[in-house]
């Protein structure tokens, strides 16, 4: 390397050598992937057309489907397979060039690879002089490579949603949204064959959403008394031991699976609120949405109160101090200063925290019931809107009927509002912050 | 945190000679002068750490710091330092930064309660009450003896909500008109009712930084206290906002004992009756603010006001 002798030379080099070094492997390496990458995705097709076109004129112009199976069992006999039906001379043929081609493509392969791969180092290597910005240029790819990168999670949330989207249009236009949106009535049972007797199945989905807001109901009346005060306790009146314990336990708590959390429900706090109720002489039923509610709020103790942690931790101590120095308690600090200022944050806090609710699954999957009910009557079985789009999916499916397309507009119903709920909290939240900065 | 009820201070007046020896030069702030050998080439004005020259006592004292230490874990930041304080008085502490002055101001209140590393040893009387005794309320005592802090900090409350805080938790008022009536008055005091008289009902927090301390100086003298603690009030306001909370404390002075942490001599000089000159956690000088300006006796004193100190 002639050139990167610089300093000793008495020319200056624009860049430090390893950039230099960077670029070249880039221009060496870059290229031959991307066709590498690109042969891997091209090469069965390729060569399937290939070997179907050395077919007899009778078996090119077979039916889509025969075919495939034609073409499935060349490839099985190439791999050398257990093929269906006969071996004739015109499968071992295919099959034959079948591995013909696919060795051919290899070399072809192995030789533009390395043939590539040279020519952009020499490239490189022709380019590189000591006036040669490599550095920039190595920063521009790598800033190009965080682009592709960081565009993967936006590029696939916008094909779900749109995905989402479209299916739940093919359900409106089955079922009118105004029977989805405002009919009291759900039992997506339909009939597959027209000779079955059976409903012409009904998608009134206010059953489902009444069902998940009661239990989301009952669950914020556990997390957010709990968690607030929690909170409260972690931040203004425990010692620095007592929360370097009670924080991580709280972590744990946070992190344990929700379908732990669903069978715990299902298995432990149904049956006692059942037989707590029976013993108060009320009627519950085995799957309560008490059940549900009260394991789903343990559950979001945690987000609760850590955010409202961190809501309360950033008021200010002027505030704190300002308070105390003229002669207030600690509890008369808290709930007349410190809580008024925390309010927007933990405000924010608690509307992420139903956004959480509404979605969750695995709890109400095991401890939910699957009947659409329509009740304020926390003792009865209701069902939730991720209960049942579990439900229509699970099993067999025809994939364009309405009972299948309706898990579409539900989930679109349900990211739309969990959407709005984060939109509305994350800003609620982050304004606050912005408060005291 | 606690202190022990009439107990014998833990350091000697020896102890703190001999812990401070040599002046650490790095913490002398820019100017890095070598104390110590300065104190070698001028013996005709006391240069010895640990006993407070001037003149600590005063007449009709009301608060008394006897021998008081504080400890921040290992920190010795204020050592066996006694004052006392009359009751219609302004006294400044000045000294560099990190000397201490907030934290003896701080054990005037005891807000130094908060902190759990803080430790503080010796006795504070107001009145005669010794205010760290068991019997003494904390919480109380914060009514009698009010604090300004460096940073105003309104609470996020209307501007009339902030001036009835201490009024209402500490029940002064019966109705309404007699709460109307603090609020007022308090405004008044403080040189800002004109101000806002047409939006007390706006949050305290949209005022200007000069307003925003006035509302805490009222929200303090709101809840009638004896003793005003002003933490360096206006090293966050510009010389307008500054010259407005001067002229204020002259007044106040005339009913409440003010002690003001300042960095500006022409503050000090302008405000206060007396000046105490703290130097690393040590109480050096006390004397009325004329002999200090223009006759430090000690030569710590002298450097750190003319700026050979920073
Ligand atoms: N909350 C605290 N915890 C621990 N050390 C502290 C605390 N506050 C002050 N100190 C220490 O006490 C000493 C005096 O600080 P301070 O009273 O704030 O000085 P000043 O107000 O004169 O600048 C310093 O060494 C400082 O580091
Ligand atoms: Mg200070």
Not at chain 1, 413 to 432: A, P
Not at chain 2, 170 to 197: C, M, P, Q, T, Y
Not at chain 2, 258 to 287: N, P
Request: with cysteine.
């Amino acid at each position: 390397m002639t050139l990167v002798g610089g300093p000793a030379h008495g020319t200056a080099l624009h860049s430090l050598p390893g950039y230099y070094g960077y670029f070249t492997a880039i221009w060496c390496l870059l290229p031959a992937l991307a066709v590498l990458l690109l042969w891997v995705l091209l090469e069965p097709r390729m060569i399937v057309a290939l070997v179907v076109q050395g077919l007899p004129e009778a078996q090119r112009n077979l039916p889509a489907g025969e075919l495939n199976l034609l073409v499935n069992n060349i490839q099985n006999l190439a791999a050398g397979d257990a093929v269906s039906g006969s071996v004739d001379a015109i499968l071992t043929d295919a099959a034959n060039r079948f591995n013909e081609y696919s060795v051919l493509s290899r070399k072809i392969l192995a030789v533009l690879t390395l043939g590539l791969g040279g020519l952009g180092a020499s490239i490189a290597w022709r380019r590189i002089h000591p006036d040669f910005r490599a550095r920039n240029r190595v920063e521009q790819i790598v800033l190009v490579a965080l682009i592709a990168a960081s565009s993967i999670a936006i590029f696939t949330t916008i094909g779900i949603v749109l995905s989402v989207l479209f299916e739940a249009i093919r359900f409106f236009q089955k079922v009118p949204a105004t029977e989805f949106l405002f009919g009291l009535n759900w039992s997506p049972q339909t009939a597959i064959r027209a000779d079955q007797v059976g409903s012409s199945g009904s998608f009134g989905a206010v059953p489902l959403f009444t069902g998940t807001l009661l239990i989301t109901a009952i669950a914020m009346l556990v997390a957010v008394p709990v968690g607030l005060m929690t909170a409260i306790y972690l931040a203004e009146y425990s010692s620095r031991r007592v929360r370097g314990i009670a924080k991580p336990l709280l972590e744990v708590l946070a992190g344990i699976p929700t379908v732990v959390y669903g069978f715990f429900a299902a298995l432990t706090v149904a049956p006692w609120v059942r037989r707590a109720g029976e013993s108060m002489g009320l009627e519950v039923a085995s799957e309560s949405a008490l059940a549900a509610g009260l394991v789903m709020g343990i559950m979001i103790i945690p987000l609760v109160s850590s955010l409202s942690d961190d809501a309360i931790n950033a008021v200010p101590s002027a505030m704190r101090d300002g308070a105390l120095g003229l002669g207030s308690t600690r509890s008369e600090t808290m709930t007349r200063v410190i809580l008024p200022a925390a309010l927007p944050g933990i405000v924010g806090g608690i509307l992420l925290a139903v956004s959480r609710a509404i979605g969750e699954t695995m709890i109400v999957v095991m401890a939910a019931g699957l009947a659409a009910n329509l009740t304020a009557n926390p003792f009865e079985a209701v069902t939730t809107v991720t209960v049942q789009i579990v439900t229509l999916l699970v099993g067999d499916q025809e994939f364009d009927s309405a009972k299948t397309l309706a898990a579409f507009a539900l989930g679109l119903m349900l990211f739309v509002v969990t959407l709005i709920l984060n939109v509305i909290g994350l800003n609620v939240v982050r304004k606050y912050r912005e408060q005291y900065d | 945190m606690r202190m022990a009820h009439m107990t014998e201070p833990t350091v000697t007046e020896n102890d703190v000679m001999a812990a401070q020896p040599d002046v650490d030069v790095a913490d002398l702030g820019d100017s890095g002068r070598d104390v110590s050998s300065i104190a070698v080439d001028l013996p005709e004005q006391l240069t010895e750490l640990g006993t407070t020259v001037g003149e600590v006592r005063c007449e009709d004292p009301y608060v008394v710091a006897e021998k008081v230490n504080v400890h921040y874990g290992d920190n010795h930041a204020i050592q066996n330092v006694t004052l006392e304080i009359s009751k219609k008085e302004v006294i400044a502490l000045i000294g560099p930064s990190g000397c201490g002055k907030s934290t003896f101001l701080r054990c005037l209140n005891r807000m130094n309660d908060s902190i759990e590393s803080a430790r503080v040893t010796g006795q504070i009387t107001l009145g005669g009450q010794d205010i760290y005794s068991k019997e003494f309320d904390p919480v109380a005592l914060r009514a009698r003896v009010g604090m300004v802090f460096q940073k105003p900090n309104p609470f996020p409350k209307s501007i009339y909500d902030n001036v009835a805080y201490g009024p209402r938790i500490h029940g002064l008022a019966n109705d309404r008109a007699e709460l109307d009536d603090i609020v007022h008055r308090s405004l008044e005091r403080a040189g800002l009712l004109k101000e806002v008289i047409d939006r007390l009902d706006e949050p305290g927090t949209g005022l200007s930084g000069g307003q925003q301390q006035r509302l805490c100086i009222a929200r303090t003298i709101a809840v009638n206290p004896e003793v005003i603690l002003m933490d360096e009030p206006c090293s966050a306001l510009d010389p307008i906002a500054t010259a407005r909370i001067e002229d204020l404390m002259d007044e106040l002075a005339e009913d409440y004992a003010i002690v003001i942490v300042t960095h500006s001599m022409q503050q000090a000089a302008r405000v206060s009756k007396r000046v105490a000159y703290f130097h690393l956690g040590l109480l050096v000088e006390v004397d009325e603010t004329d002999t200090i300006f223009t006759n430090p006796r000690h030569k710590l004193t002298e450097d750190y006001i003319t700026g050979r100190i920073g």
